[in-house]
């Protein structure tokens, strides 16, 4: 019998190789489009159709985009990598070689921080290199046992992140992978999305009892295709190898499979494991020759880093967790961003944005940054400002938005054309209040013998008669004047 | 001289003050291809002669225009089987090629295009561009002009054939470790490896891409500079073709040598170069002093291993370069194979020659995990050293003289049975490919009637200096007039 937990027995080592592939317009050593969805083989020519005496040529936008995301985990830049070719044999592979980086990638030695489970966690990144993207072999809609191949892909240029085995379980692989996707989304050299393939994930997992310090036999897991079956398969495989270690075998080195809905890993054939692929210098091409001024030119293009940011929210007032919120999601923050610098105070503007906007912009099914939403991040502090300064109360101001959103009218516009400006002259809501009173004897007696929710109840006419107009403050100190 | 005989500088004249029309230049080279294809064999593929005769003409129509004409405007050229056209197959004189038409040009291909230059067709190979003698080819046999039971010497032998046989009046071949030099060698004909990067292998069919560069042949030196000057200069569709500036290499033509300072590495006349190549030699190094020439002797130690080097290097990026025939997407597929391995396996093993096979199978070897750094790195080493050397001696001297072959052309299947024989005959070549610099072969005397080749090597990207001195030589030599005595092949 073994005791205690597994996670109590046996520490969890994880590291992973992440491929994004880049958002650039054309390939990495062609010209064609990388537009994904195009019919089978309509973005290809001789270079990327590996066409005898074909050539590439480094796309100067990818090793940008490869750069910026380098940069962003902190990485140390090689300004003189190099190219080199992986030679194997497959049918979506049509040089029969991959041009990638081997021994000199573009940069080594970066780090990612993130909020994990207990604390703040530092992973480190032991390389990232350039490479480009294979086709897609298919076997729906081919005729009985044929193989389609589509090449629109093969040479899409990609980056691979590989971090040490510092990654301490499942959660925390997720929680690694959600966070170097925010870092990514950032410098917006990807869209990284894992159902579309432009981020993709292998994980290498051992166990070691705790307390151990060397390294368990590695197995690798592919085919995983959300942050959530990351962490689904890294659990079914810490599982899988805790019961093996505790029956007394030993883990086999090996390449599995998750199995999404089986929910389990299985064994690739041990044939993809068999290759050699006979790595040698790129001689098509030369070394990259990056120079200081061009990296440190690239450097200072970064937006603020997403840590950075939460730390600034954080410093104006915002809760954590709402500032979490903001972060997430670049396209939010910065609309954030705008909504500060028109003015909006962050707490109110930020529950503006993210419960009252959001709400009604999933709804339609666009977010903000799309040609769907029609409200300006300056628009919506406009309207935050309103409420701020008592022209209109707000609720006013949900009926204003739904407008805004609607039509895209500026709030002011909006107040102006339906007259929803707040009643805060006094002697309205003294009228409203004094017939509120009158014709509610029964309340007023309530209210008198010490029932205080009658109050609110004579606040709900008073509003009602106003068509809630009437400033709510204004409104309990003229009642209980009226009353007292 | 015969018009099918005139150098393309003499065409160009002679174009250009009506002496002749382009089209009367064509049909004495269509002619000349008449009598003497069948017994040389130059040629893979010939254009359909009305298309020669069309592009001619609208050379003449452009003249009569008054448009001014290039250098090869109206002149008919060939080129070798492995760099891209889209008006012919281009097969690299393999079956796993048969039939493929590229969709697109070589670059060198379309600066003579652009040229108005009236293209013939292409000529036979070695497969892939492996081998010293053309016999390795799936498009039959080239035979030597000079001798026709002798071979033209490879891998550019069609080419090198075609021009010494009056066949074309120049071409374009490429040179892997030897592959212009030495078939000029043979066919006393003049060819030049630019250095490395200085023309576009952008539709080149690699064979090994550290070490291929296009080169010219001519019958005269003048030729040679005028079509290097043609076809070099910076492609942005080759990452390795450097952006240096095309001199006007017409201009170096100077006739003398005077304060020149040569070196004569002795490493190049080791044992295995022939007495009557080393004679031929010899006598060229006292005329280049009546010239003004000072020559010295010198050494590059670490030559006598580039052979080595190179026949590690060149099949191991073969190797990789070759992977992406398979005949899935273009040339010729195995038929009745039931997968795709068994596909590939047959297309493969149908398609390449046994040379092919062997330099595959070698560059695979040495790239293997666990031999990768015996044989490919050590490799590398060598060619790291072999460059510092040739730096070295160039920084003393304008250029070196070699001989450019240690033999005179050899016979048909005199080597085909063994391979290190066969590589041998690239020894005093290939050392500058991996050197990356710029060498030209002319011929420098004949032994029994077969011409001898004389090497000039040059500093990087200084092909001026190499194009001086071999002009310096043909001039005061006064080889270039004879011709090739054709004889009807026996038997």
Redesign the interface.
């Known amino acids: 019998m073994s005791v205690g937990t597994v996670e109590q027995r046996y520490e969890t080592v994880v590291g992973l190789e992440v491929h994004v592939e880049l958002a650039t317009r054309s390939k990495m050593f062609c010209s064609c489009p990388t537009d994904f969805g195009a019919p089978p083989n309509t973005q290809v020519c001789p270079v990327c159709l590996g066409l005898p005496g074909a050539l590439p040529v480094p796309n100067a936008r990818a090793i940008e985009y490869a750069l910026r995301a380098a940069l962003a985990l902190g990485c140390e830049i090689d300004r003189e990598c190099r190219w080199d070719r992986k030679n194997y044999h497959y049918p979506d592979l049509p040089k029969g070689y991959q041009i990638t980086q081997y021994a000199r990638p573009l940069a080594r030695h970066g780090t990612l921080r993130y909020a994990g489970g207990d604390g703040e966690r530092s992973v480190r990144i032991r390389r990232l290199h350039m490479e480009e993207d294979t086709g897609k072999s298919t076997h729906e809609g081919m005729p009985g046992g044929t193989t389609g191949v589509d090449l629109n892909r093969a040479g899409v240029p990609l980056i691979e992140i590989v971090s040490e085995p510092d990654i301490r379980g499942p959660e925390d692989a997720r929680l690694y992978l959600q966070s170097l996707r925010t870092v990514l989304l950032y410098t917006r050299v990807s869209d990284v999305k894992m159902e579309e393939g432009s981020l993709r994930c292998d994980a290498n997992v051992s166990l070691r009892p705790v307390g151990t310090q060397a390294y368990g036999a590695l197995v690798e897991v592919k085919n995983m295709n959300s942050f959530r079956s990351v962490q689904r398969a890294l659990e079914y495989e810490v599982h899988r190898q805790a019961a093996a270690l505790d029956a007394g075998e030993r883990i086999v080195r090996e390449t599995r499979h998750w199995d999404e809905k089986r929910g389990v890993t299985f064994p690739s054939r041990s044939k993809e494991e068999a290759h050699d692929y006979r790595y040698f210098p790129e001689p098509d091409l030369g070394p990259c020759a990056l120079t200081e001024a061009y990296v440190e030119q690239v450097r200072a293009s970064l937006p603020e880093a997403p840590g950075a940011r939460q730390a600034r929210y954080e410093r104006l007032g915002l809760p954590a967790h709402d500032a979490g919120v903001l972060v997430a999601d670049p396209a939010l923050a910065l609309y954030f961003d705008r909504m500060l610098a028109g003015g909006a105070a962050p707490r109110e503007g930020a529950s503006l944005l993210t419960v009252e906007l959001l709400g009604r912009l999933n709804a339609l099914g666009v977010t903000v940054g799309e040609s769907g939403c029609r409200v300006q991040p300056e628009q919506l502090a406009a309207l935050q400002e309103l409420v701020a300064s008592g022209v209109i109360s707000g609720k006013i101001a949900k009926d204003v938005l739904d407008e805004m959103v609607a039509g895209g009218a500026d709030p002011q516009a909006v107040v102006a054309r339906r007259g929803l400006q707040q009643i805060s002259d006094d002697g309205a809501i003294v009228d409203a209040v004094r017939s509120a009173i009158a014709v509610n004897p029964q309340s007023v007696a309530d209210f008198r013998a010490g029932k205080k929710q009658a109050l609110g109840f004579l606040v709900g006419q008073v509003m009602k008669a106003t068509k809630g107009k009437a400033n709510p403050a204004k409104v309990n100190e003229i009642l209980a004047r009226e009353l007292g | 001289m015969e018009l099918y005989e005139w150098p393309a500088h003499r065409i160009h004249r002679g174009l250009v003050t009506g002496e002749v029309s382009a089209r009367e230049v064509a049909l004495a080279t269509l002619d000349r291809i008449g009598q003497v294809e069948s017994s040389v064999g130059a040629y893979l593929h010939l254009r359909p002669r009305e298309d020669v005769l069309a592009d001619a003409d609208a050379v003449d129509a452009a003249l009569r225009r008054g448009e001014s004409l290039a250098a090869f405007g109206g002149v008919p050229v060939a080129i070798k089987d492995?760099?891209?056209c889209r008006l012919l197959p281009?097969t690299?004189a393999s079956r796993i090629?048969e039939g493929?038409h590229?969709?697109?040009d070589?670059t060198a291909v379309t600066r003579l295009q652009g040229q108005r230059a009236v293209l013939l067709g292409n000529t036979n190979m070695d497969e892939f561009a492996m081998g010293s003698s053309t016999e390795h080819s799936a498009g039959g046999v080239t035979r030597n002009p000079w001798d026709l039971g002798r071979v033209p010497g490879g891998s550019s032998g069609g080419s090198a054939a075609a021009v010494a046989a009056g066949e074309a009046v120049v071409a374009l071949g490429s040179d892997t470790g030897g592959s212009v030099r030495q078939p000029a060698a043979f066919c006393g004909v003049v060819g030049l490896k630019p250095t490395y990067g200085r023309v576009s292998?952008?539709?080149?069919?690699?064979f090994?891409?550290?070490l291929d560069q296009i080169g010219p042949f001519g019958r005269d030196v003048r030729d040679v500079a005028l079509l290097l000057g043609a076809v070099a200069g910076h492609d942005?569709?080759?990452?390795?073709s450097r952006p240096a500036e095309v001199p006007d290499f017409e201009a170096a033509l100077v006739p003398d040598c005077r304060g020149l300072r040569l070196g004569v590495p002795r490493e190049f006349l080791a044992a295995g170069v022939s007495p009557e190549v080393r004679a031929a030699i010899a006598a060229a190094v006292d005329l280049l002093v009546e010239l003004g020439a000072e020559v010295q002797e010198c050494s590059l130690p670490t030559v006598p291993y580039a052979l080595d080097a190179y026949y590690v290097i060149a099949p191991?990026?073969a190797?990789?370069n070759?992977?992406?025939?398979?005949g899935?997407?273009?040339g010729r597929r195995a038929q009745g194979t039931s997968d795709?391995v068994e596909m590939?396996r047959r297309s493969r093993g149908e398609g390449f020659g046994p040379e092919v096979r062997r330099r595959i199978m070698l560059g695979?070897y040495a790239?293997?995990?666990g031999y990768?750094d015996q044989y490919?790195g050590k490799a590398q080493q060598v060619r790291t050293l072999i460059c510092r050397e040739f730096e070295e001696a160039l920084s003393g001297y304008a250029a070196l003289v070699t001989p450019t072959a240690p033999s005179v052309a050899f016979g048909f299947a005199e080597k085909m049975d063994d391979p290190l024989q066969m590589y041998a005959s690239d020894v005093c070549t290939v050392p500058i490919n991996l050197a990356g610099l710029p060498a030209v072969s002319l011929p420098c005397g004949f032994s029994n009637g077969l011409p001898i080749g004389l090497q000039f090597i040059g500093r990087a990207f200084d092909e001026e200096t190499i194009l001086r001195l071999a002009y310096a030589y043909e001039q005061a030599a006064d080889l270039r007039h004879r011709r090739p005595p054709i004889v009807a092949p026996r038997g």
């Open positions: 492995n760099m891209c281009t690299c090629l493929f590229p969709p697109y070589a292998r952008f539709g080149l069919v690699a090994a891409s550290s942005p569709a080759d990452a390795t191991a990026e190797s990789s070759l992977a992406r025939f398979e899935v997407r273009f795709y590939f695979t790239l293997s995990a990768y490919y």
